[in-house]
């Protein structure tokens, strides 16, 4: 697996971000399908944005607070 992947979900994780943003980060990183439409959040739109461009400077606005 590779090592940023890896750490930015840890990172992610400690912080407490949503889990939606975190599923739809890994997915798009990962390349995967995206959900059904139904079941697609705002937070797992804009993680999976930030994941296909293996962005990490948007998560910290979707910390669980």
């Known amino acids: 697996m ?3 992947y890896y750490d930015t979900v840890t990172k992610m994780e400690q ?4 889990d939606e943003y975190i599923q739809g980060w890994q997915c798009g990183f ?3 399908p995206k959900r059904e439409e139904q079941r697609i959040t705002e937070a797992y ?12 400077d948007n998560f910290a606005n979707w910390v669980k607070g």
């Open 2 to 4: 590779n090592q940023f």
């Open 15 to 18: 912080f407490g971000v949503d």
């Open 30 to 32: 990962l390349r995967n």
């Open 45 to 56: 739109e804009a993680g999976y944005a930030d994941g296909e461009e293996q962005n990490t």
